[in-house]
């Protein structure tokens, strides 16, 4: 993915130059790489899921998970270096995006993190895999982090890009400061009926606006947009994102299916495999904190947690490096 910083790191610093520039060739690199991706779909009890793959198929698979409101393209600089190392790296849509689609039409668009965590599950089986890292960031992180609790024997190694995103789904939350309120204030449009025709009507302005106020420090180009846009055409996609900002706050049911599985996570359980903690020092969301306590917590088994720098909400795609070398390092 191609994109620019408007400051990507103070001038004088060396190495942090380097880094930049590296950043930079992976990142101008990753069009042609996606391009050789192989694009497929594979039947689980649910979807047809839509991913790309790269790598032998014999290699240790990894599976890339994009969140809200993005798709596949932000891993484009990530898979090369995994590639080259021997592993598999899969990347699908996940329910709602790009080529996913569900198999019964008449099904209920719903997209409780539950459901997310389960299509990753489905995927692994739908391909013969036992084990696999992980890594996420947004809807992808949290479904990875459900996918460690739930299964933990299922994954080798977690890359968790923005920590511990499991939610309370039983019992409404306290509001917060204002400042956090604000800054998510999608989600509490998206709670009423104006919000979810303006999602119908104005997707690709709320898309792009998020885009842009998440990852301040960066100019997303109009073609960079228009490589990812397709995604949010899918049809299901505005059903799936209302159920899933309405159900996080018990503004919406889920499925029955699931309900034993959301009180378990309602108790937000540790993550107890092999994890390293990624938080982009540019995220719209706020600076995160430079105390490492809570990843400690919530991650028992932490090898690493790092802040990034040159990196807003959409880590993978500002910093590729970053996530491909603790995917190295945890399976090293």
């Known amino acids: 993915m191609t994109a620019t910083r408007r400051e990507f790191l103070k001038a004088g610093a060396v190495t942090a130059a380097t880094l930049g520039t590296e950043s930079a060739r992976v ?15 594979v039947r689980t009890p649910v979807l047809e899921i839509g991913y790309e793959e790269h790598g032998p198929v014999d290699g240790f698979p990894i599976i ?24 598999r790296v899969l990347v699908p849509y996940l329910r709602g995006y790009g080529q996913t689609r569900f198999l019964d039409p008449d099904a209920p668009r719903m997209a409780e993190q539950a459901a997310i965590a389960q299509d990753v599950v489905d995927f692994a089986d739908a391909l013969g895999i036992d084990q696999c890292a992980l890594a996420g960031f947004d809807w992808g992180n949290r479904a990875a982090c459900i996918t460690s609790i739930l299964y933990p024997e299922r994954v080798r190694a ?26 998510l204030w999608y989600q509490w449009y998206f709670n009423t009926e104006r ?12 898309v792009r606006y998020l885009w842009d106020t998440w990852s301040p420090g960066w100019e997303y180009t109009d073609e960079v947009y228009d490589r990812s846009a397709p995604s ?14 309405r159900h996080r706050h018990v503004n919406a049911p ?10 378990r996570l309602a108790e937000r359980p540790p993550i107890t495999v092999p994890a390293i903690v990624l938080r982009g020092l540019d995220s719209g969301f706020g600076r995160p904190s430079s105390d490492p306590s809570g990843d400690q917590r919530r991650f028992p ?18 910093r590729p490096d970053a996530v491909s070398d603790a995917l190295l390092e945890l399976l090293a």
Do not use: C, K
Request: negative net charge; without cysteine; charged residues 25%.
């Open 254 to 263: 889920g499925e029955e299916r699931f309900l034993e599985v959301e009180g």
């Open 301 to 318: 088994n932490l090898v690493a947690r790092r802040l990034v720098e040159g990196a807003g909400h959409d880590l993978p795609a500002h």
């Open 64 to 87: 890339l998970l994009h969140g809200f409101p993005y798709d596949i393209r932000s891993w484009d600089g990530v898979p090369e270096p995994l590639v080259s190392a021997g592993h």
């Open 195 to 206: 919000g979810r025709v303006g999602l119908e009507s104005n997707r690709h302005d709320i």
């Open 232 to 245: 949010f055409d899918n049809p299901d996609f505005v059903d799936i994102v209302i159920h899933s900002y």
């Open 158 to 183: 977690q890359v968790a890009i923005g920590g511990y995103s499991v939610q309370n789904t039983v019992t409404p939350g306290r509001p917060g400061r204002a400042v956090g309120e604000a800054r």
């Open 27 to 41: 990142r101008s690199m990753s069009g042609e790489w996606a391009m050789q991706a192989r694009v497929r779909t």
